[in-house]
């Protein structure tokens, strides 16, 4: 994904692209399971807790948006380190870049499904509130929009965080981290859900933006050789796997303990570390795989609002694929061959015709650090 504002790095599409491709084979991996053992729609009860510890891992494939939201801060912050930003237009390029294929998704749900539309349930969610009690939810149109929500609530934050940043960034990060799981903490203790505090709301999702935000200053001002970025990345990637893996065989997703208030900021570091080394291992490779992973990196934003969509269709169609009798590895094997697939074809569809006109309208909303200290 190239912009005006920022210079281009392969290893962040790929990043993007490994992202985009958890995502779908996580919800695959749940729903189409889901289906054949119980016949019904998908709930969250009988989550899946497989024996296996990396198909544990791939269960709690829920981190694929933590990793986004690293992901953000970081390419954000690399663009903007020695530069101002023009908070309009900085708003505006967000804009062109998010809103497009958002609300088609918005109309499509209220076309698809009109007596689930309300005036104010309709402006919640176009107006980056999308993501709290009342907003529009029209599945499976509109299940993914609730992080596009918080993303915007990132993006106004944005230009007031990068300058204070600035002035001390792992003393300030230290700090809004602390004062971040201090708020949990007290939400939690006055009767907040840990689970749903941490996961659907900025108040737990900032960790991972404010992360990847210092991870840029770090990748910038500390720069790894390749050998020490993959080791960085494969060491980090492995936590990660036993991470996940744990926290699915405590209950994974559903269960709410206390120490969720800390999940958040557990996967923004692991996640920051590993966006860091890969970066600095991966950012010059130009082989296919790196051209492939970084076409699929450039579409991730259409693939990942449009895969729910298809794999919700595919099961409201009634197709049942069981090869091998066996619910994960069917489910797997279903989002390889049919869902993925089609995924990856409207995806290009949606990107070239819906999002790629937009992000040609974008101009720049940097100014030089001194020009704007001059202003």
Same mark, same amino acid.
């Given at each position: 994904m190239r912009s005006p504002n920022i210079r281009y790095f392969p290893a962040v599409d790929h990043l993007r692209a490994y992202a985009a491709l958890l995502i779908v084979f996580y919800h695959g991996l749940h729903l189409f399971s889901y289906d054949a053992r119980f016949h019904r729609e998908f709930g969250v009860d009988d989550w899946l807790q497989p024996a296996n510890p990396l198909v544990a891992a791939l269960a709690e494939g829920h981190t694929a948006v933590s990793l986004f939201m690293v992901l953000s801060g970081f390419i954000l912050t690399?663009?903007?380190l020695d530069r101002a930003i023009d908070a309009w237009g900085f708003?505006?390029?967000? $804009? $062109?870049?998010t809103y497009p294929l958002f609300l088609l998704l918005?109309?499509?749900g209220i076309s698809a499904f009109p007596d689930r539309f309300s005036p104010g349930a309709f402006a919640q969610t176009v107006f980056g509130l999308g993501n709290l009690a009342g907003a529009l939810d029209a599945p499976p149109f509109t299940s993914m929009l609730w992080t596009i929500a918080i993303e915007w609530q990132y993006y $106004?934050?944005?230009?007031?965080l990068l300058p204070v940043l600035k002035t001390g960034w792992l003393r300030q990060l230290a700090g809004m981290l602390a004062v971040l799981l201090v708020v949990r903490t007290g939400a939690v203790? $006055?009767?907040a859900n840990a689970r749903d505090l941490g996961y659907l709301t900025i108040l737990g999702r900032l960790d991972q933006f404010l992360v990847g935000m210092c991870a840029a200053w770090l990748f910038r001002n500390r720069p790894l050789s390749r050998r020490a970025g993959a080791a960085l990345a494969a060491a980090a990637l492995a936590a990660m796997l036993v991470a996940l893996a744990a926290f699915n065989a405590v209950g994974g997703w559903p269960v709410a303990p206390a120490w969720k208030i800390a999940w958040p900021t557990v996967e923004a570091v692991l996640w920051a570390a590993f966006v860091v080394g890969y970066v600095d291992a991966a950012n010059a490779a130009t082989g296919l795989w %790196?051209?492939?992973l970084a076409r699929i990196g450039e579409v991730s934003y259409s693939i990942y609002l449009v895969?729910?969509?298809?794999?919700? %269709?595919?099961?409201?169609s009634g197709l049942r694929f069981a090869p091998s009798g066996h619910a994960v590895a069917d489910a797997l094997l279903a989002t390889l061959l049919l869902a993925l697939p089609l995924t990856l074809a409207i995806a290009s569809l949606t990107y070239r015709y819906v999002e790629r006109p937009f992000l040609r309208l974008r101009g720049r909303y940097?100014?030089?650090?001194?020009?704007?200290?001059?202003?």
């Open positions: 690399y663009g903007s708003i505006r390029n967000r $804009l $062109l870049r918005v109309f499509a $106004l934050l944005f230009p007031l203790l $006055l009767g %790196s051209r492939l895969h729910f969509v298809v794999i919700w %269709s595919l099961l409201h940097h100014r030089e650090a001194a020009d704007a200290a001059a202003g």
